[in-house]
Structures are given as C-alpha cells and as structure tokens.
C-alpha cells in the first residue's frame, strides 16, 4: 500500500537482508502507562509528585469527548496523568508554587534531565532530577529511607525483566556555600504495549530468510524481554545483545 515514486526502490528493498529496527513507537505504540506493581517511592507521594510536575515540560489537555491527552513528551505525560488519575494530585498547583530558574533537558547521551526551582513561599531552592535509574542512581549521593543501592538495583532488575521501562527521580536542596546530598527518592516502572500486528511481521520477516535486530536506548533486561514478545527472539534462545558501552570499545575488526 506504498506509493512508490522510483522503481529501483522496490529492487533495493526486495534485496533486504537485515532489518534494524527501532522499539518505542515502531514495535510499540509508545502509549505508556505506570504500572500500579511497579511504585517504588521511597518519600511521600506529594514529594515525588513535586519532582515529577516542576521537572517536566509536558502537558495535560482536555479533550472534547472530556478525555485527557498529553501534549509533548510521551513518558513525561504518562506521569503526569499517573499523578492526576491515580494519586489524585494536580501537577499545575506543583508548578505554580515554583519558580524554574535553570533547566537542563533529557538527552539520548546524559539519559537525564535537571530543573532548578524555587519555592515561591519559603524562598528555598532545589534541583531535581529525573532519567535512566542507572544514570541517576551513580548520580546521588544517598538513597531515601535507609535503602542501599544494592536494594534498588535488583528492584530494578525485577522491573526490567518483565518488559517495564524504568524511570527514577532525585531531588537536592540548594544552600549557598553547603554541599548537600542529591537523594535518590524513587522509581516507577512504565509498560508500553507490543502493537497487535508486529509478531506476524516478523514471522514474515523470518520466514523470508531476513534477521531482525532491535536497537533502542532502553536498558538490556527490558529490551529482551520486548524481543521475545515480538518473536525477534525465542525465549530458549541465548539472546545476543550488545549495549551502547560494549560498541563504543569494539575496534573495527572486532565490529566486522
């Protein structure tokens, strides 16, 4: 059902041998939700809500059939309506206690992002951070009630290995002149669900002799467990996997 402009497309197409293909929104429908299973908030829910509504620029619309969608960042508006749906809290009343003075935006290469705030009331200022809990977690320098890292990192793994992508959150105190600590505050684990028709593609794919390799910024655990609901992988199968990290220390021969 293509409209094929130049012909030797279809030449070059039907010699396809390998597919790379990205996951979130291609695999997935890139409709994330939070998981109700999947809450570990290590303070109050009013704090992580603060962190999550002032270190975000997305938004929550009203639709005409009276629905909400989210406007801009897909996973920054799957928590905000995680936090009016759910928790009952509105991130608007958040945002207007606060004052951004800096923000720092997600990036594929930090895996992170960070706002400044300042509390409009006290006059007390705070970062927040939000990002990939691996990158966040060796970011801080204490974990909120009493955790250890070692807790959150296999919490973590249990979240990753049944297909939830993971989302974790920090805050720090600002005070001129003192170093105080960046505490690690919590994580949620999101599910994205696999689109109906993708297991057949590859099938198709597979049958006609073409591999498919899944590239995507999520963590090995989740990816994995994405592949062999799609079909990429077997679940018997020793999965080849290879992360960002590992490439960049391969030479040329050893990529080939």
Known sequence: NNLVRKLHACETMGATTVICTDKTGTLTKNKLRVMEDSEELLVNEKEIAR???????????????????????????????WLKKRKRLDYQDYRDAMTVTKQITFTPESKHMTTDATDNDSGR?????????EIVLNMCDEIASGKTKEDVITRLANMQRIGRRTLAFAEQEIVEGKNTPLVFIGFVGMADPVREDVREAVEVCHKAGVNIIMVTGDVALTAKEIAIETGILEAEDQAQMLTGAEFEKMTDDELK
């Open 51 to 81: 962190c999550i509504a002032v270190n975000s620029t997305a938004e929550l619309s009203v639709q005409s059939d009276g629905k909400l969608r989210s406007v801009g960042n897909p996973t920054e508006g799957s928590l905000l309506y």
């Open 125 to 133: 200022r705070y970062r927040f951070v939000k990002g990939a809990p």
